[in-house]
């Protein structure tokens, strides 16, 4: 689609002052894309594309700390100012869903709702029923999808595979018990390691350990046919995670760096190879590549390992979707829709994977990247989207829709560190944070009954 000519950034038919502003509010994030430029320039390039095939819209793209999405949303919303589009972290898709205007209406509606069966908007093909299935049903509520997936990233084990060949092990690790076994391998090698596994005492590794047994974190189908009213941190799956983790410690095999969510300081634990293995995001498998080629060994990259003696359901994904502001006017919506079509179309969907290595969100994507010879060149990147096609999409698989997710994710990792740094009993432990965990989403729901909308912003 060819623009008109423009002159100072306007276009003729289309003045500065007349063109309709989308305002666009994307969780940005300190790391740069892979050749080095800010993490959003690949989607600022998007939107100038956009605004150049639709002159008579100007996309202002603005970037915000995705920690505090939520209240900057809640506050502009109380000053009557709410973003038309907002990227919400996966684990505050509930806060997305509740956050009320001052009226007491939703500041967001629903994507496929706002789509309304339509093939294309301004000439852009929707796309959204090519999306991934895990990844669909993960922004879904009752088959409905209520956000539109951008970024979307899983969890993996990464390797070192000089230690593990220079300790006899053939065989990657399947399971919890081989994993232990491969560490005292590891560990027990000439010349090995003090340590054979680290990773981040992080909210987000709960998440995955429950799914990939089965369990639920929250009641109502972990909050995906209605609204959580409990939490649970005393679960058998988790509770067989954190024993198992707390065993692996006192066995000398897990390397605890000594603070919650200290992602920086597993890494270097891996990269200086003072282990031999790591869990950390799928979006961190370049670095973690290139980091260990620069000191000298091969990396590994597969599926985290699982609870051999619980049936394995599949892996919640994390990342930014995009939500739609409601009560829009025609053209407005109707170029915020045709928008998020073009950011996920397959050829930006794979610019967007080969930028930042994000799982490529629809299936055409995945092939272009197939086609073009790029996973044959690099099969690491193929795990991530492999693991999601893995998932039986259960409530459990998909993880938990929760108030106040953030401060519980605080609460468990705490608990952890108690187990961890202190000796605490897992059971104990788990049992006080679980009080702890109810009491924050009792607060929350009783708040959002109020009608006060996102409880930590307003």
Request: include cysteine; proline fraction near 6%.
């Amino acid at each position: 689609m060819q623009a008109p000519e423009t002159r100072n950034g306007q276009s003729p038919e289309h003045p500065q002052e007349e063109r309709i502003v989308l305002d666009v509010w994307l969780a940005n994030y300190p790391f740069p894309t892979y050749d080095g430029r800010d993490f959003l320039a690949p989607l600022r390039e998007r939107a100038a594309e956009f605004e150049r095939a639709h002159p008579q819209y100007r996309v202002n793209v603005t970037g915000h700390d995705f920690w505090t999405m939520p209240e900057q949303v809640a506050r502009a919303t109380a000053e009557g100012r709410p973003p038309h589009l907002a990227g919400y972290y996966t684990t505050d898709s509930q806060l997305a869903r509740d956050t009320r205007r001052p009226d007491g209406s939703a500041v967001f509606t629903s994507v496929e709702a706002a789509l309304a069966g339509r093939t294309e908007i301004l000439g852009h093909p929707v796309v959204v029923q090519d999306l991934d299935p895990t990844v669909r049903d993960s922004y879904s509520v009752g088959g409905e999808l209520v956000s539109l997936p951008l970024t979307v990233t899983t969890m993996l084990c990464y390797a070192n595979a000089s230690l593990l060949q220079r300790a006899g092990v053939a065989e990657l690790p399947r399971t919890w018990d081989e994993t232990e076994a491969a560490c005292e391998a590891v560990t027990n090698s000439e010349g090995g390691p003090g340590h054979g596994i680290t990773w981040a005492n992080d909210g987000w590794v709960f998440q995955q350990a429950v799914a990939l047994q089965n369990g639920l974190l929250a009641d109502e189908d972990n909050g995906r046919s209605g609204p959580a009213r409990t939490v649970n941190l005393t679960s058998q799956e988790m509770l067989d995670w954190v024993r198992w983790w707390a065993h692996l410690h006192e066995s000398g095999h897990y390397l605890y760096t000594g603070r919650p969510s200290d992602w920086g300081g597993a890494f270097e634990a891996f990269v200086q190879q003072k282990v031999a293995f790591t869990f950390d995001s799928s979006k961190a498998a370049r670095e973690l590549i290139q980091a260990g080629a620069q000191a000298g060994f091969e990396v590994q990259v597969f599926p985290l390992p699982t609870n051999a003696k619980a049936p394995v359901a599949g892996q919640p994904v994390s990342g930014d979707s995009l939500w739609l502001a409601a009560g829009l006017d025609e053209a407005t919506q109707d170029g915020l829709l045709a928008l998020t079509q073009y950011l996920i179309s397959p050829a930006n969907g794979a610019d967007w994977h080969r930028t930042n290595g994000f799982v490529p969100v629809t299936g055409a994507a995945r092939e272009l990247l197939e086609t073009s010879g790029w996973f044959d060149k690099r099969p690491q990147q193929r795990v991530a989207g492999q693991q999601l096609e893995a998932s039986d999409r259960s409530p459990a698989a998909l993880g938990a829709l929760l108030g106040d997710f953030a401060a519980v994710n605080e609460v468990i990792t705490g608990a952890m560190d108690e187990v961890l740094r202190g000796g605490a009993d897992p059971a104990k432990a788990f049992a006080d944070a679980g009080a702890a965990a109810q009491q924050l989403l009792d607060a929350y729901n009783e708040q959002n009954r109020s009608g006060s909308g996102t409880p930590s912003a307003v």
